[in-house]
């Protein structure tokens, strides 16, 4: 994946703008964030349903579930 970096010369006004290749450090902990997100997401995901057939089961709507759990 390339990197963008882009500096600012405060006194100048200069910007400099690189591309880079990302590290294996950056990969790394990338790959990390990427994963821990889709988890976090697949959990809620989880949840939502898990709520939501509890609902179907009551026979409440989505908007009364909504009141009820505030």
Do not use: H, P, V, W
């Not at 963008?4 to 450090?25: D, P, S, V, W």
């Amino acid at each position: 994946m390339k990197i963008t970096e882009k500096e600012l010369n405060l006194i100048t006004g200069e910007e400099t703008i690189t591309e880079r290749e990302e590290t294996a450090a950056e990969k790394k902990t990338r790959l990390a964030a990427e994963a821990e997100f889709s988890a976090k997401q697949a959990e809620a995901e989880a949840e939502a349903a898990a709520k939501q057939a509890i609902a179907n089961r009551l026979g409440l709507t989505a908007d009364e579930l909504k009141l009820l759990l505030g």
